[in-house]
């Protein structure tokens, strides 16, 4: 048999080598587009608290618990009523927004742990515009569990998860077998007990995870991606998905700025 052509075991293994030789490249990178993305949650629970306090709510009100609902809702906070108002916006916008530290350090580290290697893989435009997505979706699925106050970034962090997840089933054949667990088996575990927590503790709203998984898992699937074989983006469609993800920003940020 000629080196031209060699044998398919041998074909697939160089394939293995080449995305494993990639994500590596990437992971060493730092992941600027996830870093700007927390980045963007500490400054607005930061201007949330300010807010607060400039409202005379008391110190450690607005560093406990009990924020002020009024502040919330002001900035975003998904609310049941967003449809009779026709305020659609609040879909984007209550994804940047956090009852208090122990609630922002949670979605955090969600984020960061996920969009290390999502970063990696798809690069920081197709990261953020899968955060922002799926807290569209997110809260769609939140609005219709009924839930009467959503705010939080859980539902992007559950949709970067379920790209993951979309992406070890769309790609996953082109790596290495001991790569492609870290999108599926042993996610899995992590998206189980989340999910299972929703429904054990009543201020978890699971509609806006499962929403946010569903929207992640579908943008995910459809994304090209920097690791496997001819499978990257065209030009045009990175540009589309950076300019998307700029008007989504914006948006989630419109009534900071009013």
Known sequence: MSAAN???????????????????????DRPRGTLALCGLLVVTYGWSCLMDLSRGQPLWRVFGWNRSLEVLKLLGGRTRDLARHGEWDRLVEYGVLHWNVGHLLMNLSAIWAVGEVLEAVYGPGRVWLLFFVSTVTGGLGSWLAGSELTVGASGGAFGMLGAMVAFGWRWGGKLHPHTRRWFGPLLWPWVI??????????????????????????????????????????????????????????????????
């Open 193 to 258: 007990g989340n999910l299972g927590l929703g429904f054990v503790l009543p201020f978890i709203d699971n509609g806006a995870h499962l929403g946010g998984m569903a929207g992640g898992m579908l943008l995910g699937a459809a994304f090209g991606n920097r690791i496997t074989d001819n499978s990257e983006s065209s030009d045009v469609v990175r540009w589309l998905t950076r300019a998307v993800a700029g008007a989504l920003t914006l948006l989630a940020l419109s009534r900071f700025l009013r």
């Open 6 to 28: 060699p044998p398919p075991d041998t074909r697939m293994e160089r394939s293995w080598e080449r995305a494993e030789k990639r994500l590596d490249y990437y992971l060493r």
